[in-house]
């Protein structure tokens, strides 16, 4: 998948005790200004994320997402980062960079202890989010 549609580059996966932590780039073929709602409210992460309970799009607000659980955002720097820690998801942050003339890219981490989302199960939700842009 590369050009218009948007890429997935490989996710790496590390593990330091019960601690793991994926990490994705994704390549999205939209502006930085058009992809942010998509991670920071609650239609745009219920559209290719999770339904949102709660989302205060503020350091320390309060968030919650549906299968992930509740907790807070723990960084928050609009039109670039977002990172939301919920209490059976772990810590869930997004970073926008620009990518070329008129796309982003997300690097994505999600660290979490115990049982967390696979690596494919990440990969089908970032597919839902290319798709979410069409072309």
Known sequence: MTGKTGAIEQGTSQTHGNTHILHF?????????????????????????????????????????RGLGSGRVTAWDVDRVAEYT???????????????????ALRFTHEFQGEGETERGWRDRFERLIESFGD
Not at 89 to 104: A, N, Q, T, V
């Open 25 to 65: 780039l994704v390549r999205l073929p939209r502006p930085m200004e058009s992809v942010w709602p998509a991670l920071s409210t609650p239609e745009g992460l219920a559209g290719w994320l999770a339904p949102v309970d709660t989302l205060e799009p503020r350091l320390g607000g309060a968030v919650g997402l």
């Open 86 to 104: 919920v209490e059976a998801g772990g810590r869930i942050r997004f970073h926008l960079e620009r990518d070329g003339e008129s796309g982003s």
